[in-house]
C-alpha cells in the first residue's frame, strides 16, 4: 500500500480508501461487512470513510464493530454530517447544535473516543460560516474530533471557511471530498487547484462511477444480477450514466486497460491517482475479491503515451 499526505497536514492516508455508501449496513449483511473491513485494514488501508446518514446510523455502528479491536492509532476514521437524521426542525444541516449533537451520536455508534476526521456532507447556506468554524475548532480543540473537511463544497465556500479560520486563529478544513472519476471531471477547473493552494487534500468519492467504470454494465437492461445496477435500491446514482454513449466510451477505455495489463477498475483508479492532489480514492466493496484488484491501483503509475490515449477518449467523450 501506498499513502500520501492529506493536502500539507501531517496525517498520511492510503491511496485506496474504503467506504461504506449503499453497502455496509445496508445492502451487505454484517458478518460480511466486517469480514470486510478487517480484511481491508490487513491489506493496508488505513482510511475509512462513512457516515451518520448512511443506513440511517447503521453504517457507522458496523464501522465501529469491525475496528473495536485494532490499534486505534492505525486507523484514520471519517465520519459525516449535514443530512436530516429525524424529523425535527434542529434535526440536520451544519448549525452548532446539530453538528455538536450529530458528533457524539456518530462518537458511540462508531464506538470510539475521537474521530480523526469529520466531513461537513453538503454546504448549509442557511448557517453563517462562522458558526460553522467555530464549532468545528472548538470540536478539536475539546479532542472529539482531529481535522474537519468538506465535501461538495465549492472553490469560494472552500476559501471563505479557510479565511474565517484564520481570522479566528482557528482549524481550517483540511480536505475536500468531491465527487471525480472518469466521467465527472467538473471537480478539475477551480475546486481541485483552490484546494490545494489552500493545503487541502482531495479524498474523492465515486472514482468508478457507481460501478459504471468496471467495465461490467454492457447495457441498462442487461445489469449482472449481482450489480448494483440491478438492485433498484441503490441504482438510481448511477442510471444516468448507463446510456450507450457513455457505455460506448467505457468499452474502448476497458481495452486501453487490458493493453496495460490492468483491469478497468484499476485503470480508473491510477487515472485518479494520477494528480498528486488526489490523497485517497474511496472506493465501496461487496466482495473481498473487488478489494484485492483496487488494491493493485495503489503505486500504480499509467505511462505518458497510455494518459494520452486516455485523454483523447475522454475529450470526445462524456464529462
Not at 24 to 36: C, H, N, R
Not at 66 to 86: E, G, Y
Not at 156 to 162: D, L, M, N, S, V
Not at 236 to 254: I, Q, R, Y
Request: net charge neutral; hydrophobic share 40%; charged share 25%.
Amino acid at each position: 500500500m501506498q499513502y500520501r499526505k492529506l493536502g500539507k497536514w501531517g496525517v498520511r492516508l492510503s491511496e485506496i480508501g474504503l467506504g461504506s455508501w449503499l453497502t455496509y449496513g445496508g445492502t451487505i449483511d454484517e458478518k460480511a461487512s466486517i469480514e470486510q473491513i478487517q480484511y481491508a485494514l490487513e491489506k493496508g488501508i488505513n482510511f475509512l470513510d462513512t457516515a451518520n446518514v448512511y443506513a440511517h446510523g447503521e453504517a457507522e455502528t458496523v464501522v465501529g464493530k469491525a475496528v473495536k479491536n485494532w490499534r486505534r492509532d492505525s486507523i484514520v476514521l471519517a465520519t459525516k454530517v449535514f443530512f436530516p437524521m429525524a424529523e425535527g426542525p434542529n434535526d440536520r444541516g451544519l448549525s452548532r447544535k446539530h453538528v455538536f449533537e450529530q458528533c457524539h451520536l456518530s462518537l458511540k455508534r462508531l464506538n470510539v473516543e475521537y474521530i480523526d476526521l469529520y466531513q461537513c456532507h453538503r454546504f448549509d447556506p442557511e448557517v453563517p460560516l462562522f458558526e460553522l468554524v467555530r464549532t468545528m475548532d472548538d470540536l478539536t480543540r475539546q479532542g472529539k474530533i482531529l481535522y474537519w473537511g468538506v465535501s461538495e463544497w465549492q472553490a469560494e465556500q472552500i476559501e471563505e471557511a479557510c479565511q474565517i479560520a484564520e481570522s479566528l486563529g482557528a482549524m481550517p478544513p483540511v480536505s475536500n471530498q468531491p465527487r471525480y472519476n472518469m466521467l465527472a471531471r467538473n471537480m478539475e477547473a477551480k475546486v481541485i487547484p483552490q484546494a490545494a493552494r489552500l493545503g487541502l487534500g482531495q479524498v474523492v468519492f465515486s472514482p468508478l462511477a457507481q460501478g459504471v467504470l468496471t467495465g461490467k454494465y454492457k447495457s441498462a437492461k442487461a445489469a449482472p444480477e449481482d450489480s448494483r445496477g440491478a438492485d433498484a435500491r441503490v441504482n438510481s446514482f448511477m442510471l444516468g450514466n448507463l446510456n450507450k454513449e457513455t457505455l460506448s466510451l467505457v468499452e474502448k477505455l476497458a481495452k486501453l486497460a487490458a493493453e496495460a495489463g490492468l483491469t478497468m477498475p484499476q485503470m480508473a483508479l491510477a487515472w485518479c491517482l494520477r494528480l498528486p492532489e488526489i490523497t485517497s480514492v474511496i472506493t465501496g466493496a461487496t466482495k473481498l475479491s473487488q478489494i484485492d484488484d483496487n488494491l493493485i491501483a495503489a503505486g500504480t503509475k499509467l505511462d505518458d503515451a497510455l494518459l494520452k490515449k486516455i485523454d483523447d477518449l475522454l475529450s470526445v467523450g462524456i464529462r
